[in-house]
C-alpha cells in the first residue's frame, strides 16, 4: 500500500524520529480523510501505542475527521478485581506472591498487593516469570506468580511451566488473548470501530493472521503497527487508505519484527500449556475464549488447583468507568473520579495504575500535547 514508513527510507540505518517524514505523513493522513465518505474512527489496542501518541503529541497533528481512542490494550487494566483478590488472598495465607511492579497497586475488592506488603505480607516484584522461578529455587516457601498480561508474556509463563521448576512453584494465571476481546469491541452497538490499530509486540507472537477472522467478520482493516512515532504514524496512514479505499485488509506495517505466522516456538509453549476460556475482563464483560488457564496437564503448578482461593467474583468499583474507557465508550475526563478522587498518587480504578493505563498517560500527559 502506501510507502514511507520508518524502515522505508532505503538507507542502511532505520531512522525513527525524521520531522520531514512526520510531516509527510501527516499530509498523506490528511489528504486520505478528506477522500473518506464519513469521519474515521480507529481504535487501538495496546497500552504502548498510547504512550506513544500522548508523550509525542500526535493527536494534535491528526486531521479534522479522525480520531484515534484506545480499547482494551493495557493488561495491568482489564486483570479483574476478582483475580487481585485472589493475589491478596494468597499473599494473606503465607505464600510469596510475586508479580510486576505495576500490579502492586491495582485495587482489587478490598485490598491491593501493595497494601498486603505494608501489612507484612510476601509480596515480590519480579521482571519475569523466570525470576519467580528463582525466587521458588531459593527457599522452601510456596512461591505463587501472578501471571498477567497478553500473548507477550503468556509465552513466558508457559516456557517456564514446561521446564520442570520446582515444586513450590505455582501460577495464578490472569493471562489474557485479546482478538475475541477486539470481536466484542467491534461487535458492540455503544463502540463506532472503522478500523483496528492492533500491537506489533503481541503480533510478534501470533503473527498478522490471527487478525484475519476480525477483519472478515466486522468487514473493517486490521493494521499492525510498532511504537515509535513514525511507526505509528505510518500505520494510521496505512488504516486510513483502507478505509477511505472501503478494504478489509489485514497490514503489517511493522514487518521489521512481525511476519504472517508469527513465533511458532512461543506459540507451541502458549497452547500446549494454556486454554482459552471464557473470563472477566475488568469492566468490559466476560469474554469468550479471552482468558488464558492452565491446562490440566499443568495443574500441579495451577495455583487454583494446588491452593483454597475463595472470593467475592463481585467487587467491583462502581463509581469507576475504567471499563467504559477500555472498551471504547468513554474517555477518561468523562469519569466523575478522574483527576480528583482517582490520581496516580492515589488511584481508585486500574487506568490510574499501570504506566499503559489510558487515565494515566492522559494524567500525565494532558489532553492533547502538542
Request: hydrophobic fraction near 40%; charge should be negative.
Amino acid at each position: 500500500m502506501t510507502a514511507g514508513g520508518p524502515a522505508d527510507s532505503g538507507a542502511d540505518e532505520l531512522t525513527f524520529r525524521d520531522p520531514e517524514r512526520a510531516d509527510a505523513l501527516r499530509a498523506r493522513l490528511e489528504s486520505l480523510v478528506d477522500r473518506a465518505d464519513d469521519s474515521i474512527r480507529i481504535v487501538h489496542v495496546c497500552g504502548t501505542h498510547e504512550q506513544t501518541i500522548a508523550e509525542f503529541g500526535l493527536r494534535s497533528i491528526l486531521p479534522d475527521g479522525l480520531t484515534v481512542a484506545m480499547g482494551p490494550g493495557c493488561p495491568v487494566c482489564v486483570t479483574d478485581s476478582a483475580e487481585v483478590d485472589e493475589a491478596v488472598t494468597l499473599a494473606e495465607s503465607g505464600k510469596l506472591v510475586a508479580t510486576y511492579g505495576d500490579m502492586l497497586d491495582v485495587p482489587g475488592g478490598d485490598r491491593s498487593l501493595a497494601a498486603v506488603r505494608d501489612a507484612g505480607g510476601d509480596v515480590e516484584v519480579v521482571y519475569s516469570a523466570a525470576d519467580a522461578v528463582s525466587l521458588a529455587a531459593e527457599t522452601d516457601q510456596e512461591v505463587v506468580f501472578f501471571g498477567v498480561g497478553f500473548e507477550t508474556t503468556a509465552a513466558p509463563t508457559a516456557s517456564v511451566l514446561r521446564n520442570d521448576p520446582p515444586a513450590n512453584f505455582s501460577v495464578l494465571s490472569a493471562h489474557k488473548y485479546v482478538p475475541p476481546a477486539m470481536d466484542v469491541v467491534a461487535a458492540h452497538p455503544n463502540t463506532r470501530v472503522d478500523g483496528f490499530l492492533a500491537a506489533g509486540n503481541a503480533a510478534t507472537i501470533t503473527g498478522t493472521e490471527v487478525f484475519e477472522p476480525i477483519a472478515g467478520t466486522h468487514d473493517l482493516p486490521v493494521v499492525v503497527g510498532g511504537f515509535e512515532p513514525l511507526d505509528v504514524l505510518y500505520a494510521l496512514v496505512e488504516l486510513v487508505e483502507a478505509i477511505a479505499d472501503d478494504e478489509p485488509a489485514v497490514v503489517n506495517a511493522y514487518p521489521r519484527c512481525v511476519s504472517a505466522t508469527g513465533n511458532q516456538a512461543a506459540q507451541t509453549a502458549l497452547w500446549d500449556v494454556f486454554e482459552r476460556v471464557e473470563g472477566e475482563w475488568r469492566g468490559i464483560a466476560a469474554v469468550p475464549d479471552a482468558t488464558l488457564a492452565i491446562r490440566p496437564e499443568y495443574a500441579a503448578y495451577d495455583a487454583r488447583e494446588r491452593f483454597d482461593i475463595e472470593v467475592d467474583r463481585d467487587s467491583e468499583t462502581t463509581e469507576c468507568i475504567c471499563g467504559d474507557i477500555m472498551a471504547g465508550h468513554a474517555a477518561p475526563r468523562e469519569c466523575p473520579l478522574f483527576g480528583e478522587e482517582c490520581t496516580p498518587a492515589s488511584p481508585v480504578g486500574a487506568c490510574m495504575v499501570s504506566d499503559e493505563g489510558p487515565c494515566r498517560i492522559r494524567q500525565t500527559f494532558g489532553e492533547v500535547r502538542q
